[in-house]
């Protein structure tokens, strides 16, 4: 027997989106393995994190919430990945946007203007834009790796914030916390389901979608990015200009992942701490992937990423078990639809004799 | 004076032991590099080989079963790695991310029981007479036995790469893969075996850091280590010698920013902090500006898939 891969001569359209399904059923065998590793009834630890926090009604509106950030990140990501801008550094541009648009609010901590808002929302996205904007520079004009250097500037980013929530921007009264004030209500996101944390960056990130989806299907730029990803000899010869693409890729991703972070801090955190993200930066990595790269299909993918943390924060405290199993699941999951993409470009024969006349 | 010589000597003897990790898993992944695949997993595989380590060794006693063990799960790491991009053909940037999220969460998820937890560490070579000498006795044979072991395995490297045949087989895979197919070499093992290569030698590395380094486990203990080791092979432009330079720098870098720290200048340490990874962008972006000389030493293939034929 042997097992041999054929090319399908075009990509499959029904593997293009069963590969995705197929990678998170494959994903939630792998964790109900890990779950009976770590000693815990697999059935009950699979319902506990993946289907609990689904049915309870407290927790629901909390999938929107957690997904917003990764989706408004995943999109930017998405339309840069199709370009080749490999920018890994979307954590580094989501503290800025926070620290910029936070900043903001500390700023003129007593303003009540309903000018505020949107003023740190803007900041939020110059902040992660202007962050971008260092590795595009670095690698239009010195050559430089966007891998490394988005990647090497994340850690400077969360430096900077230790440096700021520790030092000048501490809270005079937050009994010596790395953390600042907390934001007055002007500095606020409203909240647009009473009784819910669902705020009005939920919107933000389906405008974004929208948007994104336009940008993508509907305009030249998108169509650039994506020639340029599959064909960069052929976008080069029908003029396509590479710098420029990069560029854009840089500052969508950045000036997004930068929205993400102002509205993070803006609502659900409520101030600047150390501790203002779990790695969504990361986690949009995956969701980009998840979502086939596609703004539409990023939505769903943030909503599945959203209930791995969920799950994640429902198991800690339900099977105390660490919160470190979210990145697992996560990293699995990217594995998994990494080896399905397989199936879109190829097909598995099985061989169960060697055919007559097979090549050596 | 005798005193500024000990501080001296004791900056040298730090410096020396922050570069090794550096060196090590910089040192497997050019070679996995050479021959055409980029891992951009070495920080996920550092921290499991760090957590496997320090667990083996404070199960078993032994620190050199902790380092041993530290290799096997880089490898093990690695082993992952290899089998999507080589065999289902995933995309290596991808998968490399990928190894790096799933190997931090692994380490942490492992490693939790044994945060704070004591640890024999490496013993430090004591050689008669040899290690009692002024000054040069502690630097060249008092240390641990690793920084030795690493010096060996980067000259063996060098060697294997630019003196054997089979590091020539290595590089016409990296350089062309379908021209070495042509000639009958096995593409698809050869980069098996380079890519499980720098796994074991990241995993080492990780293992130096939670058992020579540190000695100590905690979540995230690499800090960008990884990440930093990929930028020193293109700051070496593939060149194992030039390795050595850069792994030092960057280890003195790291323990610079401890001195300024002590010598108490108003810097905040945040600032301090940040200095190997700025410095990080500065060497890459000086590298890199040299487009001709990173294009041409770069391997041709790195990155690139070999498709699959039977």
């Given amino acids: ?360 | 004076m005798s005193d500024v010589l000990a501080q001296l000597v004791a900056a040298v003897l730090t410096i020396m032991s922050a570069s090794t990790p550096l060196l090590l898993a910089a040192t497997g992944e050019l070679v996995t590099e050479k021959s055409g695949v980029l891992n951009l997993g070495l920080e996920g595989m550092m921290l499991v080989g760090a957590v496997v380590g320090f667990a083996t060794a404070v199960t078993s006693g032994n620190p050199w079963l902790g380092v041993g063990a530290g290799v096997l799960a880089g490898a093990c790491m690695s082993l992952i790695f290899a089998v999507l991009v080589l065999q289902f053909l995933a995309n290596q940037v991808a998968t490399g991310l990928a190894l790096a999220i799933f190997g931090t969460g692994l380490s942490a998820l492992m490693g939790a029981k044994y945060v704070g937890h004591a640890v024999t560490a490496l013993p430090h070579l004591r050689l008669p007479i040899l290690s009692e000498l002024p000054v040069v006795g502690t630097i060249l044979f008092g240390q641990d036995p690793l920084i030795y072991v690493s010096f060996l395995i980067l000259a063996a490297t060098s060697w294997f790469l630019h003196r054997s045949h089979a590091g020539l087989v290595l590089r016409a895979v990296g350089e062309s893969h379908d021209a070495a197919h042509a000639i009958g070499y096995r593409v698809i093992f050869v980069r098996y075996l380079a890519t499980l290569y720098g796994g074991a030698m990241s995993g080492l590395a990780g293992a130096y850091m939670s058992l020579a380094y540190s000695p100590s486990w905690s979540e995230g203990m690499t800090a960008g280590r990884g990440w930093i080791a990929l930028a020193l092979v293109v700051f070496a432009t593939w060149r194992p010698a030039r390795l050595l330079l850069g792994a030092y720098l960057f280890g003195a870098i790291t323990i610079l920013q401890l001195y300024i720290q002590g010598w108490g200048w108003p810097l905040p340490s945040q600032f301090l902090t940040m200095l190997p990874y700025l410095a990080t962008i500065v060497v890459l972006v000086l590298i890199s500006a040299n487009r001709a000389k990173v294009r041409l030493n770069a391997p041709a293939c790195l990155g690139k898939p070999f498709g699959a034929s039977g």
Avoid at chain 1, 126 to 137: D, E, R, S
Avoid at chain 1, 253 to 276: C, D, K, N, P, R
Avoid at chain 1, 289 to 314: C, H, K, M, T
Wanted: proline content about 5%; aromatic content about 10%; overall charge positive.
């Fill in chain 1, 1 to 360: 027997m042997r097992i041999r891969l054929e090319p399908r001569g075009q990509q499959s359209a029904l593997w293009a989106y069963g590969s995705p399904v197929l990678a998170v059923i494959l994903t939630l065998i792998v964790a109900a393995v890990i779950f009976a590793l770590l000693g815990k009834n697999p059935g009950h630890s699979l319902y506990t994190y993946f289907i609990a926090p689904l049915v309870n009604a407290t927790a629901r509106p909390e999938l929107l919430v957690k997904a917003t950030p990764l989706v408004l990140i995943g999109v930017g990501l998405s339309l840069g990945f199709r370009a080749n801008v490999w920018n890994i550094g979307a954590e580094g541009q989501y503290t800025l946007g926070a620290i910029a648009g936070g900043g903001l609010a500390l700023w003129l901590h007593d303003s009540e203007s309903h000018l505020l808002l949107p003023a740190m929302v803007i900041a939020g996205v110059l902040g992660g834009m202007a962050w971008a904007a260092i590795p595009a520079l670095l690698r239009t004009r010195f050559n430089a790796n966007e891998i490394l250097t988005s990647l090497m500037l994340t850690y400077v980013a969360q430096q900077l914030l230790i440096y700021l929530v520790v030092g000048p921007w501490k809270d005079p009264e937050g009994y010596g916390f790395p953390q600042s004030r907390l934001f007055q209500e002007a500095a606020t996101l409203p909240i647009l389901v009473p009784g819910t944390r669902i705020h009005l960056g939920v919107l933000f990130a389906l405008l974004a979608v929208g948007l994104g989806w336009l940008v993508l299907s509907k305009s030249a730029i998108g169509f650039q990015l994506k020639v340029i990803g599959l064909a960069p000899r052929a976008a080069r010869y029908a003029g396509f200009k590479e710098p420029r693409l990069i560029w854009l890729s840089l500052l969508l991703g950045g000036g997004l992942a930068g929205l993400a972070g102002l509205i993070e801090v803006a609502s659900t955190v409520g101030q600047l701490t150390t501790q203002i993200s779990p790695g969504y930066g990361f986690t949009a990595i995956i969701v980009a992937f998840l979502g086939r790269l596609n703004p539409v299909g990023v939505l769903f993918a943030g909503l599945i990423l959203a209930l791995s943390y969920l799950g994640g924060e429902v198991a800690q405290i339900e099977l105390a078990m660490p919160s470190a199993v979210t990145g697992i699941f996560q990293g699995i999951l990217l594995f998994f639809l990494l080896a399905c993409d397989l199936l879109i470009l190829y097909r598995v024969k099985i061989e169960w004799r060697e055919a007559v006349g097979a090549r050596p």
